[in-house]
């Protein structure tokens, strides 16, 4: 018995030590799988967005770069984020595509979540080109080979690159695990002042940020934690480009 109590106590000791090694360990472990799930659904937005941004691009290119036709590509690539359904049928498939356009149309057409920039052609060479088309407000777009590569005012943009309408958008994703939604938000998108001294990292992570409202994603109400995610897009005009209304939309 007595040679026994020593191997008990150890026995003892070991599994204690296992348990106070797990404590520390478990919070780690839990930020790791929860950070891997937040990643992954950037990563889903990110592909979402870059597939949108290419639709948005294209309806442009059909109609003259308008912006209003811009805004309803992307609101249509966009959709599959918004699109959520646990039953089958025709008519419970339709609500949900219904829901999904509205859901998607209110982000797409919120200037503080999403921003669409028309990078290229700009207004000088709209102005610069303008003069060469019949209507005297547009880009020319059919035969290209036999005009002029470049012309004074057209901000060193040949007519075949004006004739490419290139977009740019700028969503704010929700981030959705918590935790890990504020912790990104507050270290990345709108981290706090300039620590003072005996400020520790929990102060830092406790705080709501810097309080900025000119940087992406920080205009918004405060439980929102978004982070911005950007596309870009190039596709040639299928049709002469006029004034899009808006550079900057939605």
Request: glycine fraction near 8%; proline fraction near 7%; aromatic fraction near 8%.
């Amino acid at each position: 018995m007595t040679a026994r109590a020593p191997i008990m106590q150890r026995q003892f000791f070991q599994s204690g030590q296992a348990l106070v090694e797990y404590i520390y360990v478990f919070p780690i472990l839990a930020l790791l799988i929860l950070g891997a799930i937040q990643f992954g659904f950037i990563y889903q937005t990110k592909a979402t967005l870059n597939y949108a941004t290419f639709e948005a691009t294209r309806n442009g290119a059909l109609n003259s770069g308008s912006m209003t036709a811009i805004v309803e590509g992307l609101t249509s690539g966009m959709m599959p984020l918004f699109a959520h359904s646990s039953t089958s049928g025709n008519a419970r498939n339709l609500d949900m595509l219904k829901n999904a356009w509205k859901l998607a149309d209110a982000q797409m057409s919120d200037r503080k979540l999403t921003v669409i920039t028309i990078v290229s052609p700009n207004s000088a060479t709209l102005n610069a080109y303008a003069g060469q088309s019949e209507s005297g407000s547009e880009i020319p777009n059919d035969n290209l080979m036999y005009r002029p590569t470049s012309i004074p005012g057209g901000a060193g943009m040949n007519i075949q690159d004006a004739n490419l309408l290139k977009v740019r958008v700028t969503y704010c994703y929700k981030m959705a695990v918590p935790i890990l939604n504020k912790m990104i938000y507050n270290l990345i998108v709108d981290p706090p002042p300039t620590p003072v001294v005996g400020k520790t990292a929990a102060d830092m992570l406790a705080s709501e940020g810097g309080g900025s409202s000119s940087k992406p994603c920080t205009d918004i109400p405060e439980d929102e934690y978004r982070i911005p995610i950007t596309s870009e897009s190039v596709v040639r005009m299928q049709s002469p480009f006029k004034n899009p209304g808006k550079w900057v939309g939605p």
